[in-house]
């Protein structure tokens, strides 16, 4: 079975400082991974996504991820924070059709 | 285009009584999945259709229903409501072109006393 596992309930930094989130997989196929943002009274929104290309991935608002098979992961960077990445952040596995496994979440503060 | 609408937001019901939550997919969608998000379980994929047709069903029991409808519309309806269903349930639909990539809507908000 597909799972996700994300270390850090909670991640804080300043301001122009790097966000890395950490994700790993556990998939018995090659995976489809994504990584979603809530923000406070929303729903989900999709950053990006990794289904088998490049494993380099970059997305929306300046985020990225890179894929390592060998190290069964796909953490999440933004080489600057800004105060409106203030959100929680989950990183999810496609588990057929449209089935999402997402990990616990991550919730990224960050301070001036 | 409009995204994805979930009617109502909020709720408050009572323990034993049941409730109804729509969703109303972006205009060319054809799947619809259903997601239960709480503080303790996290997000639980329930259920997705696709065609009027349940394509998957997650862990849940029987209490947890949904349909959908020909022009994509789905809703979903628990019965017997417990204090733990109390919960954001999210509905998300896509076009199915990549595996996983969802449109989530804003959530329902259901309080159970």
């Known amino acids: 079975a597909q799972s996700v596992t994300q270390l850090g309930s909670h991640v804080s930094v300043s301001e122009g400082a790097l966000v890395l989130l950490r994700c790993n997989y556990s998939?018995?196929?090659?995976?489809?991974l994504f990584w979603y943002v809530q923000y406070p009274n929303q729903g989900l929104q999709l950053l990006l996504k990794y289904t088998s290309a490049a494993t380099l991935v970059k997305g929306i608002n300046g985020f990225e991820a890179e894929f390592k098979k060998s190290e069964t992961s796909f953490h999440l960077t933004k080489p600057s924070a800004h105060m409106s990445d203030a959100a929680e952040y989950f990183c999810?596995?496609?588990?057929?059709?449209?089935?999402?496994?997402f990990g616990t979440g991550t919730r990224l503060l960050v301070s001036p | 285009k409009a995204g994805v609408t979930q009617t109502p937001r909020y709720l408050i019901k009572t323990r034993g009584q049941q409730v109804t939550l729509s969703c109303s997919p972006i205009?060319?969608?054809?799947?619809v999945s259903w997601y239960q998000q709480t503080p303790g379980q996290g997000l639980q994929f329930l259920f997705e259709?696709?065609?009027?047709?349940?394509?998957n069903k997650g862990n849940f029991p029987g209490r947890f229903s949904g349909r959908q409808f020909s022009n994509s519309r789905s809703e979903m309806n628990v019965s017997t409501l417990e204090l733990g269903d109390s919960a954001l349930y999210l509905c998300?639909?896509?076009?199915?072109?990549?595996?996983?990539?969802?449109?989530f809507g804003e959530g329902s908000r259901l309080t159970v006393l």
């Open positions: 259709y696709f065609s009027e047709t349940q394509r």
């Open positions: 998939s018995s196929v090659p995976p489809y």
């Open positions: 998300a639909s896509t076009p199915g072109i990549v595996a996983g990539e969802l449109f």
């Open positions: 205009s060319g969608h054809r799947s």
């Open positions: 999810a596995v496609n588990s057929g059709f449209q089935k999402l496994v």
